[in-house]
């Protein structure tokens, strides 16, 4: 772990002063709604050219080039997405949802690791005596159709749970008030997460299940928040899942896990509602 951190601090100097000896000056042009900058390499014929943006279209981009009646050459430097407002021009805001439920994904099951290696050092944790031993079902010679029985069987495995999270998502938008999810998620932060957390125990199926349910509770009020902690308990807390989970760890170890898979999605959709 001392190791990692050394490395990290030291890359991370390392591109700060790699930075820093790039530092350029910065020319501003302001044409209407549309602000661009762009640096230049000073003695360099093709320069490398950075913009960055703010709401601003591929029109709106061509006008830029009017107004500075100038021709890009060189090095351009594109940002991750460009859009009208109000969508966001840096990061796109669905695919802000993906990155937070991927970072506390990654730091939960290593905040997790950490906490077995502290506090269950020289003990054992994990009982695997109970589990009956693997089944190939990968057993015909055709790679074709060992192909298309693995995609049915994924199939039928999924499909149910995604066309229930569909179901159950028409349902919401029809019978269950905008305002409800608004009080329920969005009024209270704290209370919202907290539930949201506690109903995803027991509601979670699937991930594809969950995205139209999801997507129709943030478009009538969920907050960003309540929904990383909905999707952080759920698939920790999927029936099968707990199944094994329950005679891979035993009792006691099985309701240290659920405690720590609640408290962690509580304080994760508490961090997002105050930071994103």
């Known amino acids: 772990m001392k190791r990692f951190l050394t490395m990290l601090l030291a890359w991370s100097l390392i591109f700060t002063l790699a930075a820093c000896k790039r530092e350029t000056p910065a020319v501003s042009q ?6 661009t900058s762009h640096a230049v390499e000073a003695g360099t014929e093709n320069a ?6 703010t709401d601003i279209s591929a029109a709106g981009l061509m006008a830029v080039y009017q107004a500075l009646d100038w021709t890009p050459t060189g090095k351009i430097a594109v940002k991750l997405s460009t859009g009208e407002p109000p969508a966001s021009n840096f990061l796109r805001p669905e695919l802000v949802g993906e990155l937070i439920r991927l970072a506390s994904a990654l730091f939960c099951g290593v905040i997790a690791g950490l906490c077995v290696r502290w506090f269950f050092k020289g003990r054992t944790f994990f009982h695997f005596d109970g589990l009956a031993a693997p089944v190939n079902r990968d057993t015909d010679p055709n790679p074709l159709w ?8 994924n199939i039928l495995a999924t499909g149910p749970y995604f066309l229930l999270g569909i179901l159950l998502s ?10 409800l999810m608004t009080d329920l998620f969005g009024g209270n932060e704290a209370l919202g997460v907290l539930m949201a957390a506690t109903i995803g125990v027991p509601l979670y ?4 299940g969950t995205i139209p349910l999801l997507q129709q509770w943030l478009y009538d009020g969920m907050s960003m928040g309540s929904a990383a902690a909905f999707m952080l308990t759920g698939p920790s807390t999927k029936i099968t899942n707990l199944g094994a989970l329950k005679i891979v760890l035993g009792l006691k170890h099985f309701c240290l896990y ?7 999605s509580l304080a994760t959709g508490i961090l997002v509602n105050l930071f994103v």
């Open 258 to 264: 659920l405690a720590y898979v609640m408290l962690f």
């Open 30 to 35: 302001t044409t209407g709604d549309v602000q």
């Open 146 to 153: 060992r192909f298309l029985k693995n995609l049915g069987r």
């Open 205 to 208: 199926a699937c991930g594809g």
């Open 48 to 53: 490398s050219v950075v913009y960055m943006t």
């Open 170 to 179: 028409a349902l919401f938008q029809r019978y269950v008030p905008s305002r």
